[in-house]
């Protein structure tokens, strides 16, 4: 029974972990799959969503509106960034694309510094946050935010890419950018769009984590790091399996922590993104098709 | 030209009747100094160079602004026998290169007689040994042992260091473990340095006290979730844990200690001593009890504590001056600043004289941190007992034993 609760608990860890990481991974997937970039800025979205909110509460907005307005203020964001920094460079290789946002990574650490400090921060919990014992395990609803959250983004992204115009004009311009500019989908608009939704995901992702882990201007990193393997995971071109890779590495690496050692979580979410590259580098979840991510 | 001579010469007798009027023996000194149009040859100079910018800013910001508030202080009263203090200061931006160069500078170009600064252990270390080439008193305020120490246990001979050893809050929480018999302890730190070098201090250490280690393992700084790590602690069933590391991950791992339903004595190190903690971690940081500078509970100290009156006098003025909370770390900076006061009352501006006046004649000095002994083989001069343990109750910092 003992190990029981305790393999619960580590579930319910992980699932947290990895519900996390899955909503930045989707960001990362959603950028890839339209511009073909690997936007390494992405965790820094998580970190503004977190720092923007936690400001908004403390000038006394209700929490609610405080994570709204801090989603809507780091989409806006994303949209300067994209102009600015992606839009004016798209002729470049992919490499110099890539170097750029990793550039702009830093650059954001920086004007987080400017504004918040180094100083750790924190976000009261959406709810009242009374763990939910659960067969001697403990849940917290906070907890359960994340996790719910990650599977209605899950839901919805599904729906948005299969089902919607705009979702399907955004897959065109992956498959295809020149027969989908034929198609009057325009590439430009739609790299615009992908990447303020996917901020808008990193900045939900930060204000769902903030309760749970506090804020401080460096957390975007470590999540942005752990959020691309879950992501090569998945495969990168996939939303849902990004997600899935995501929870899979959340589980993994509570699993490892709890039986094994703190120490060796990050070798063996690292030595997996090693593995899966090697031997699957169209990710876990890939169908098979002809294109090599 | 003549105009600025004249409002120099009418600024220095301001400054004459400002020192006048504060005490007036002093006033031979005084009006010595306004014979001469150039004051710089005879007051003393003193360099500051603390991490007030950048990641340590919150550490540097207090020490430099008490170093600032301190030297204003003396200034205003007529100065060291009626000499100034000539402060320049540098903000090393939290950048070991930034340091080097404020040293030299310090050194080289300002000629300083005594240089107080270096807000962390690794700024500090860098900074030192253009000290030792310029044969210039140094006074650091962070906390390796190395800082006056060399490898091989020799003090360092003009290197001075003015916080407590990581290693002696160390030693103090498993004293706090032996005297209220918790023997089977969880030791967690942070997988960085501060946490690795705590952690070979508790190996040490722990027989000596009786303390058990049932599991020791490490988190990392970036933690979110302990939940995984802390069911392992929970199956050892230990008497006490200990959370040893800085505020943000130290929050996150107490936070789930208490989710977890974990119900026994949780002990932290004292890098969590400040109000943040206390605000990150909400009402999970009740009941958490952590060794700390006297800072913290100056107020619940007993009256015939020495540091109680100096603790409060510092306090009082610092918040008056900055409309903040005095920290432990600015303390470091105002015990570093009345040690070179003294040393400078007694030998005026030579550095020579100023090292050997703080290492053989100083003898026991009641500072903000503790009662320093300095002697010619300890360069620090605390015991483990300059920490107080404290409790957090209700948010509170209250005294422990």
């Known amino acids: 029974m003992e190990i029981f609760s305790q393999m619960l608990q580590l579930l319910f860890s992980g699932l947290t972990i990895g519900a996390i990481y899955a909503l930045i991974a989707v960001g990362f997937v959603i950028i890839y799959n339209v511009t073909g970039i690997l936007n390494f800025a992405q965790g820094e979205f998580a970190m503004f969503g977190a720092l923007i909110s936690i400001s908004l509460v403390k000038a006394n907005l209700p929490l609610w509106l405080a994570i709204i307005l801090s989603i809507v203020i780091v989409a806006a964001i994303g949209a300067v960034f994209e102009r600015t920094a992606i839009h004016t460079a798209r002729k470049s290789s992919m490499t110099t694309l890539i170097i750029i946002t990793i550039g702009v990574s830093i650059a954001f650490r920086g004007i987080a510094i400017l504004i918040w400090g180094t100083q750790a921060q924190t976000l009261p919990p959406f709810t009242d946050n009374t763990p939910i014992e659960f067969l001697e395990a403990v849940l917290l609803p906070q907890n359960l935010w994340a996790i719910g959250l990650s599977i209605v983004i899950l839901i919805v992204m599904m729906y948005f890419f299969n089902y919607t115009f705009t979702g399907k004009s955004l897959t065109a311009c992956v498959v295809n950018p020149f027969a989908a500019r034929l198609m009057g989908i325009n590439p430009n608009k739609m790299s615009l769009l992908a990447v303020v939704v996917s901020a808008g995901l990193g900045a939900l992702a930060g204000t769902v984590i903030a309760p749970i882990s506090g804020a401080s201007y460096d957390m975007g990193m470590m999540l942005g790091i752990k959020a691309f393997v879950a992501a090569v995971v998945g495969g990168l071109t996939n939303a849902p399996a990004a997600i899935a890779g995501a929870f899979l590495i959340g589980i993994i690496e509570a699993f490892t922590e709890g039986l094994w050692s703190s120490g060796l979580k990050d070798v063996v979410s690292f030595s997996l993104l090693l593995l899966i590259l090697f031997i699957k580098p169209e990710g876990l979840f890939a169908k098979a098709s002809g294109k090599r991510v | ?401």
């Open chain 2, 1 to 401: 030209m003549k105009k600025t001579l004249l409002s120099l010469f009418l600024l220095m007798g301001v400054l004459v009747l400002a020192a006048c009027s504060s005490s007036s023996d002093r006033k031979g000194d005084a009006s010595s100094a306004s014979s001469g149009t150039d004051t710089s040859g005879d007051s003393i100079k003193m360099a500051g160079i603390f991490s007030a910018s950048g990641g340590a800013a919150a550490l540097g910001e207090p020490e430099m602004q008490t170093l600032k508030m301190l030297v204003d202080q003396k200034n205003a009263d007529g100065g060291i026998n009626g000499r100034k203090i000539d402060l320049v200061t540098y903000d090393d931006k939290s950048d070991q290169n930034e340091a080097i160069l404020a040293m030299k500078k310090a050194l080289t170009q300002d000629k300083v007689s005594i240089v107080i600064g270096g807000t962390t252990s690794g700024n500090s270390l860098a900074m030192l040994p253009l000290a030792e080439q310029n044969q210039v008193p140094y006074i650091s305020v962070a906390a390796s042992k190395q800082i006056y120490m060399t490898e091989d246990g020799q003090a360092r001979k003009w290197v001075f260091k003015m916080p407590q050893d990581d290693q002696q809050a160390v030693e103090r929480i498993l004293q706090y473990l032996k005297e209220n018999d918790l023997t089977k302890v969880a030791w967690l730190n942070v997988a960085n340095s501060y946490g690795t070098g705590a952690h070979e201090e508790f190996g040490k250490h722990a027989a000596d006290y009786g303390v058990e280690p049932v599991i020791e393992d490490e988190f990392e700084a970036t933690v979110k979730d302990a939940k995984p790590l802390l069911t392992r602690v929970k199956k050892e069933s230990p008497d006490a844990i200990i959370v040893w590391g800085t505020v943000q991950e130290s929050a996150v791992v107490i936070k789930n200690i208490r989710e977890l339903g974990l119900d026994i004595p949780v002990l932290a190190s004292h890098g969590v001593a400040t109000d943040q903690f206390i605000e990150v971690a909400g009402a999970a940081a009740n009941d958490v009890v952590l060794p700390t500078g006297k800072l913290l509970v100056a107020d619940k100290l007993e009256d015939s504590n020495p540091q109680k009156e100096l603790l409060k006098a510092y306090n009082e003025a610092f918040t008056a001056k900055y409309n903040k909370p005095a920290s432990t770390f600015g303390a470091y900076a105002a015990d570093a600043f009345a040690i070179a006061t003294k040393a400078i009352e007694a030998k005026g501006s030579d550095s020579a004289a100023l090292r050997d006046y703080i290492e053989q004649e100083l003898g026991e000095y009641v500072g903000l941190t503790g009662v320093f002994n300095i002697n010619a083989d300890n360069h620090m001069g605390l015991s483990p007992d300059s920490f107080a343990m404290v409790r957090i109750v209700d948010g509170k910092w209250t005294l422990e034993d």
